[in-house]
């Protein structure tokens, strides 16, 4: 069955630090990733995803995203967090039926 | 992009009445779905709204309880019918643009607390 996981229910960093939210994922043909956040009291918003080409993909507010077929993953990285990046995580692949199956998501709290 | 809207953004009910939640979007869309983001919790899917006929509804999630419309390709409406406390929830619409191969945009949600 297709599914996303999520490992790492929160984080915590501190500013300035770097950051990788872990993601794997179930899926029998060449997956469609994407990595969403979520902002407390906001809906959803894409950071960047994957379709093919470039395994290294670059989204908005400086996180970027690398796809490895062979472990199955899709990590979020970002070199250098920012107060404001303190957020809810969600990974996710788009299914069989063109429907998007979501992690559980990772919460990220970054420290002063 | 799409630019969405919900309304109501937040509501206080109390058990056994229903609330219809409406969603708007900016521009025509292919496709549209309704979302339900428990406390705590990730996304479930619980039906894609389809212009001109019945909701497709994923299981576990039955028209009765949540019946949706989508009378044109820019609006649908979500119906929680007869509350529970276990429908405190948020439930986002979100949209995709292309032919279901492409990223989905996200309204803001509703934030639904049943008494």
Known sequence: AQSVTQPDIHITVSEGASLELRCNYSYGATPYLFWYVQSPGQGL???????????????????????????????????SVHWSDAAEYFC????????????AGTRLFVKA | SA??????????CQRGTSLTIQCQVDSQVTMMFWYRQQPGQSLTLIATANQGSEATYESGFVIDKFPISRPNLTFSTLTVSNMSPEDS??????????????????????????L
């Open chain 2, 3 to 12: 630019v969405i809207s919900q309304k109501p953004s937040r509501d206080i």
């Open chain 2, 89 to 114: 929830s948020i439930y986002l619409c979100s949209v995709e643009r292309g032919q279901g191969a492409s990223e989905q945009f996200f309204g803001p949600g509703t934030r639904l607390t049943v």
């Open chain 1, 92 to 103: 996710a692949v788009l299914g069989g039926g063109f429907k998007t199956i979501f992690g």
């Open chain 1, 45 to 79: 918003q894409l950071l960047l995803k994957y379709f093919s080409g470039d395994t290294l993909v670059q989204g908005i507010k400086g996180f970027e995203a690398e796809f490895k077929r062979s472990q199955s993953s899709f990590n979020l990285r970002k070199p």
